[in-house]
């Protein structure tokens, strides 16, 4: 539910409530200093009156009440100025000396003097001659000069009033600006855990907040715990379905579901190359250096393999059998494959010197070209004889296929540079659109993929190709943003998703261009998937980059193959959307119990981060079937067309 911005919040109550009392205290003081005085200035100005009227009194006693004596005594304090009636009455009530004076001007405004009148009451004395009276003296003060007093005093008054009410004002607001940093704070805390990014905050000094901030840090920890947890749970059944335990690399089943995923025919065909990789003489070895030696320089060269593919996405580094191993490199020219077996070999070479061994030769490397559309087993074969012509040539060496000498498309010597020079005005690319299906088959939404259609010059180029050469040259963001481009001008109606290379989040200005592009259609959802491939190294860009887009309605996911279980547990601090599980988790998983029991694990971390999971890649109807039945809620893939 909305919260309605008519009402107040809790600090502009604050603020109001303690401008109110400032005022009311400010008000109260000045009505009660202003009455104090009035009352203090007319008990002056009555005394004033009395005390006249008896000194005049008797002085006219004394002189026997002669007129000619009074009307002197009486001129003479009158023109003292300080009352407005001095008057001699005789005894019949008649004036004998009537001295009046009318209002004088003053500085003192009319509306004051209305508001605070001074009625100082007259003061009277009686007259005698001998003992005969002569009549009364009554005397009016003139309250000229008290307004004076008392308008003079109130400014006073005023002045200093407001100068303690902006003193209490200042510390008010600071208080109350401290106090708002910390309720911000909670509130960002809650508004984070609503978008399910889940983080602690410094507990707040004041105490009812400190109780909510307190009481929310003991979730996000108890969560995290559970989570970190879940997540050493399913590492270990990783490890045990996809995972060499001795090397911590993907086994020969996840090898073999990579390899099929890049086997099988597409739209968009994949080329590359696979490197088998074979220790020499492992027994020998195990026997001259022992076990633990031996392992440490299988893990040492495991590392090295895995090192070069982290960076790319797609890539795989894997260990088949005791003294096999293979890298699968998709969309590399022969060029590139030669400079990466030498650089293996060279680094093979310094083992010696670094005690992993005792004497030179370390492996032997096979190199294979394959493409969409090849069968496993003949490229395996390939590889094989491949590696054998490599283990005659000695230790530390490769040998490269002999189909593999130029690029059969033409685009060895392709200046790949000036391809992305050109992007934005590169009218060839493409997106292919597939429906992203819930379990009832309603389309949720669109994915594209991006390709590049054939020309006269350049044959047709899929997304991986594009995007391996775009990393290559570190202009993955360029081809990201012309991907969002594409689909805001040319994707259907609904929502859409489109794949972002975590890359991209090294350039300074992706973020802001990204939001550029997706403020002109503002009618827009997107979604973007990154892949998590080389998202660790730019974490915080992807968490600032999540932010950014989601608060525009748009939405973030995360592609896993399920090797990396301690980064899909901090996907939370990021406040993703869904999960994207690779085709190599879901492929059969109607006749895999491990990685079934591996996916309903998965399923149990996205819902305690309240996040979807979607199935990519789906291609038959009982892994759909299973898929569903796990609880897997969004699908996409040949089965679900």
């Known amino acids: 539910m909305p919260v309605s911005r008519k009402k107040l919040s809790l600090i502009q109550r604050l603020s109001v409530l303690i401008g109110l009392i400032v005022l009311l205290s400010i008000g109260g003081a000045l009505i009660a200093n202003l009455l104090h005085a009035r009352s203090y200035l007319e008990q ?95 005397v009016q003060s003139q309250p000229n000069y008290a307004y004076l007093s008392l308008w003079r005093g109130a400014l006073h008054t005023v002045y200093w009033l407001c100068a303690i009410g902006i003193v209490a004002a200042l ?22 855990i609503s978008e399910r990014r889940f983080h602690k905050i410094p507990i707040p000094g004041i105490p009812d907040l400190a109780e909510v901030a307190l009481a929310m840090n003991h979730m996000v920890d108890r969560l995290q715990r559970y989570l970190d947890g879940l997540r050493d749970e399913l590492d270990l059944m ?22 099929g995923g890049l086997l099988k025919e597409e739209e968009d065909p994949v080329r590359g190359f696979l490197f088998l990789v074979r220790v020499a003489n492992l027994m020998e070895l195990n026997q001259r250096l022992g076990g633990s030696k031996t392992d440490a320089l299988l893990k040492r060269l495991a ?56 004497r030179p030769g370390v492996a032997n490397l096979a190199i294979v070209p394959f493409h969409s559309g090849d069968g496993r087993h003949q490229l395996l074969t390939q590889a094989n004889q491949t590696l054998s012509l490599a283990e005659a040539k000695g230790g ?38 597939y429906p992203v299906c819930l379990a009832d088959g309603s389309v949720a939404w669109q994915e594209g993929m991006l390709y590049r259609v054939q020309t006269e010059q350049l044959p047709q180029m899929s997304a991986m190709r594009l995007v391996a050469h775009a990393l290559r040259l570190g202009r993955s963001a360029a081809l990201d943003l012309k991907t969002l481009e594409l689909a805001l001008r040319e994707g259907p109606d609904g929502r859409l998703a489109i794949n972002v290379s975590p890359a991209s989040l090294n350039a300074a200005d992706f973020l802001p261009q990204a939001q550029q592009l997706l403020g002109r259609h503002p009618k827009r959802r997107i979604h973007f998937e990154f892949d998590e491939a080389g998202l660790a190294d730019n974490w915080q860009a992807f968490v600032a980059f999540a932010r950014g887009v989601r608060v525009a309605g748009h939405r973030v996911a995360v592609e896993i193959q399920g090797h990396n279980m301690e980064l899909v547990a901090r996907l939370h601090e990021a406040g993703i959307d869904y999960l994207v599980l690779d085709h190599s988790l879901t492929h059969n998983i109607h006749q895999d119990q491990g990685r079934e029991a591996l996916l309903r694990g998965m399923l149990r971390m996205a819902s305690l981060m309240v996040v979807e999971l979607e199935a990519k890649g789906v291609a038959s109807p009982q892994d759909k079937a299973s898929l569903i039945e796990i609880g897997v809620q969004l699908l996409t893939g040949p089965a679900v067309k």
């Not at 022969?334 to 010197?353: F, P, T, V």
């Not at 593999?404 to 992007?423: C, K, T």
Request: aromatic residues 8%; hydrophobic residues 40%.
């Open 171 to 192: 510390i008010g607001a600071l208080d109350i600006r401290q106090m708002k940093r910390q309720l911000a704070s909670v509130v960002r805390q809650a508004q984070a």
């Open 396 to 433: 530390n060496a490769w040998e490269m296929d002999s189909r593999a000498g130029a690029a059969p498309d033409g685009l060895l010597d392709f200046n790949w540079q000036s391809l992305f020079d050109s992007i934005h005005d590169d009218h060839a690319l493409r997106l292919r659109w």
């Open 303 to 358: 590392d090295d393999l895995s090192q070069r593919c982290q960076p790319h996405p797609g890539w795989m580094a894997t260990r088949l059998r005791g003294a096999d191993f293979a890298m699968l490199c998709p969309e590399i020219d022969s060029r590139e494959a030669c400079k990466l077996a030498d650089e293996l070999c060279a680094c093979w070479g310094r083992y010696q010197s670094m005690d992993l061994i005792d």
């Open 44 to 138: 002056q100005l009555n005394a004033q009156s009395v005390d006249t009227a008896h000194g005049l009194a008797l002085m006219l006693t004394q002189y026997h009440a002669d007129p000619v004596m009074a009307q002197t005594l009486l001129n003479s304090s009158f023109d003292q100025g300080h009352f407005s009636l001095i008057r001699w009455e005789g005894v019949d009530r008649k004036a004998l000396v009537n001295l009046a004076s009318p209002q004088p001007e003053s500085d003192v405004p009319g509306w004051f003097r209305g508001l605070l009148p001074l009625e100082p009451s007259p003061g009277t004395a009686q007259v005698s001659n001998g003992w005969m009276q002569a009549g009364r003296i009554i």
């Open 238 to 259: 990783r490890q045990k379905v996809l995972t060499d335990n001795s090397t911590g690399l993907p086994n020969r089943e996840a090898f073999e579901l990579r390899l």
